[in-house]
């Protein structure tokens, strides 16, 4: 399930159902019961366009109902300008989203990258229906949702049936240990085609050990490898989402417009790249595995 500290977020004004003029189906006006916990769908009376998709209390989600393409997640922003500038620009991807929640970045790659197809994956066996009901999610094939664990369902993929690749899972604000490890990466890097883009949500505080960990995990896989957060986050103050990205293409990440970019965003960020990510990742050991 994909819950997670959203420290881009508006803060809702109200528990009351937002405005249906988008919705499929009826919205309830408080909690629903699903088998891993409970979900909401929150108004903002600052933005009468939004909802916020809360999973056991935590936002999961901010769907536009009017602007697919308008992600209120900063981390969502940065990785909207990523997968922007990566491949043939403009043009259709495949793309596997690890945890799916209200599928928004789905609904807004649905339309700035026309006749992709698109696989998310959610845990919950309930979530994924009630999404599809509530809001006007692409349908099949150009979005398809399926119901299991992020890791197992990776597995099930065919080789090199994918461009990208987006992790974004979390049980409560913790990302699973078995997601995180260089036996998952190598099922990524099975599944991606040849110059594929792997992106994470990881959500971690100072000192950063977490992200750390996984950006050497990611090295040990990959030829490129950025780091993208908040400025303050990277200088050790706060709790929030580092966003990891990770190719073989040796032109997407240390761009000089993708920098540029992630700079201008609404909340601007900074993209570490080359030696920076080496000095960011210091002795921090690639994670791996249990023994049995």
Not at 91 to 114: E, F, K, N, Q, Y
Not at 153 to 165: F, H, K, N, W
């Amino acid at each position: 399930m994909a819950a997670r500290d959203r420290s881009a977020r508006r803060s809702p004004a109200s528990h009351r159902p937002p405005t249906r003029s988008a919705a499929r189906a009826p919205w309830p006006t408080g909690p629903v019961t699903v088998p891993t916990g409970t979900v909401e769908l929150v108004r903002d009376l600052d933005d009468p366009d939004g909802v916020t998709v809360l999973v056991n209390g935590v936002p999961s989600s901010h769907l536009d109902l009017v602007d697919p393409t308008r992600l209120v997640f900063e981390y969502m922003q940065q990785m909207a300008a990523v997968i922007e500038r990566f491949g043939d620009v403009g043009g259709p991807l495949d793309v596997v989203h690890l945890g799916a929640a209200g599928c928004a970045l789905a609904r807004s790659v649905d339309v700035t990258r026309p006749g992709s197809r698109q696989l998310a994956i959610e845990l919950d066996t309930v979530l994924p229906e009630l999404v599809r009901g509530w809001f006007d999610l692409p349908r099949a094939p150009a979005l398809r949702i399926r119901a299991g664990d992020a890791r197992t369902e990776l597995g099930r993929l065919a080789d090199a049936s994918a461009d990208v690749i987006v992790r974004d899972v979390f049980a409560g604000d913790t990302t699973p240990d078995h997601v995180r490890t260089q036996e998952m990466v190598a099922q990524v890097t099975r599944v991606l085609r040849p110059g594929g883009l792997y992106l994470v949500n990881c959500a971690d505080r100072p000192p950063l050990a977490g992200a750390r960990a996984e950006v050497a995990t990611l090295r040990a896989a990959f030829d490129d490898v950025a780091v993208i957060a908040e400025p303050g986050l990277l200088r050790g103050r706060g709790y929030g989402n580092v966003v990891l990205a990770a190719t073989d293409d040796p032109e997407l990440l240390g761009s000089a417009p993708l920098a540029r970019a992630v700079r201008s965003l609404p909340a601007p960020a900074r993209l570490l790249h080359g030696p920076e990510v080496t000095a960011f990742v210091g002795s921090a050991p690639p994670l791996t595995d249990p023994v049995a």
